[in-house]
Nanobody
Framework: QVQLVESGGGLVQAGGSLRLSCVAS????????MGWFRQGPGKEREFVAR????????YYADSVKGRFTISRDNAKNTVYLQMDSLKPEDTAVYYC????????????????????WGQGTQVTVSS
């Protein structure tokens, strides 16, 4: 069974940093593009970042560009999200997701594109 297990969330002050990890099992990790999404209080789930199968290409939401970095280690079946210069508006539940099929670039920002999801990890940024 496919599992995506996230860790690394927590409470941090504005301006601080946090590193999220997501370990995948039950799939051939290198065959999947991986994404991070988040859902804040009273908001819809939104795209944060994406990394392609081999880690060559990355994509970021404008709201996090320059502050967050997505990376992956295929040997460890793990995708990471390094979050720096955190802001209170970054407070959300963060989810990792896996996508094997998507061929249309415009669809990579939509949660519906992704096949598997992690359980979510809470990130709270205080000020």
């Amino acid at each position: 069974q496919v599992q995506l297990v996230e860790s690394g969330g927590g409470l941090v002050q504005a301006g601080g940093s946090l590193r999220l990890s997501c370990v995948a099992s039950g799939l051939t990790f290198s065959n999947y593009h991986m994404g991070w999404f988040r859902q804040g209080p009273g908001k819809e789930r939104e795209f944060v970042a994406r990394i392609t199968r081999g880690g060559v290409n990355t994509y970021y939401a404008d709201s996090v560009k320059g502050r967050f970095t997505i990376s992956r280690d295929n040997a460890k079946n793990t995708v990471y999200l390094q979050m720096d210069s955190l802001k209170p508006e970054d407070t959300a539940v963060y989810y990792c997701a896996a996508d094997r099929i998507t061929a249309v670039a415009a669809q990579i920002y939509r949660p519906e594109t992704y096949d598997y999801w992690g359980q979510g990890t809470q990130v709270t940024v205080s000020s």
